[in-house]
Structures are given as structure tokens and as C-alpha cells.
């Protein structure tokens, strides 16, 4: 579940998007509030509400055990997942006719299969929606000092920027693919 609920995350902005493009369109009398329209920003009302849940869940990670680390390289990859979020984000939120039937089933089908293969293939990494609040995405070699296995690869989630490497970080493993870190 909490795989979904990282997913989910991941398109909060998406969904905010979609709904502020409905709402318009109704206040400037470009649509009306009929059953689909209606149904479409409460669905997306909850998804946004599950998404601020995972997202919330994945960054006080009140379940995942803390260790202390040293990180011995640190680089920010951001830019590399995040910018084709949001050509999609885009694409779904000005040119989808959400309002018609075929365009609204289209979309959650899209969103379904993106769904599948993001959680199969553990793509937590790829969340716009943390980057907007202020985290960075980092591919980090680190020793965890706490088990003294030797060097360790993982990809984190840091708020900010990781600046001095020398000081000892409190990291949280809980998946190769979406770990959070901390001073």
C-alpha cells in the first residue's frame, strides 16, 4: 500500500492542475458541473488527499529504522527524473478533455499503466511532488556507520542541498530507490 501511496504522490501537482483547469473552465461557463465533472474533482480531491498522505508517510518515516552514515560522494541527479514529469503533467492537464468520457477513461489508463510500471520497477525516486517541497534527489556512496559493511550505494531524498559530506547524516534506508536523509 505504501508503494501506491508513493505513486499517488507523485502526481499530486497533476491533479491539482487538472482540477484548478475544470474549475475555470466552470466559473468562465466553458463547462458545467455535470456528473462527470463533478465526479472528476472529487476523485482527484482524494487522490491529491492519498498522495499528501504517501508523501507525508515517506518523510516522517515514523516506520522506517534510523541509521547514522557518512556519505563518501553525494550527486544530485534532480533534473534527470523530474523534467519529464513534467511534460506530462502538461499534456494531461491542457490538451485532455477530461470532461468528455473517452478522454477521462484514456487518462486513467495511462495513469494505471504509469502506475504499474513505477511501482514494478520501484521508481519512488521519480516524485515531482517532493522536489516542489523542497527536496533534492541524490545517488550517494555512503558508509553506514552503524554496521560497518563498507561502502553502499543508494539513491536519497534530502531537503536542501547536501553541502559538507565530512558531518555524520542520519539516513533512512527503507528502499534502495527512496531513502531519505537528514542532518
Known sequence: MKKILLYLSAFVPLYILVIIKILIDIIFFNLSFNFLNTFTIILFSVLIALGGYGANMAIKHETTPKTMVKIVNATNITEK???????????????????????????????????IVYVKNDLFYINPFLNILGYNFYDITFINLDNNKGEQKAKFFYKGNIENIDQPYVAYLSHENFSMLEK
Open 81 to 115: 527524473y523530474f523534467l519529464g514529469y513534467f511534460s506530462l503533467f502538461v499534456l494531461f492537464a491542457l490538451s485532455y478533455e477530461l470532461e468528455k468520457v473517452s478522454m477521462f477513461v484514456v487518462f486513467v489508463l495511462v495513469i494505471i499503466l504509469i502506475g
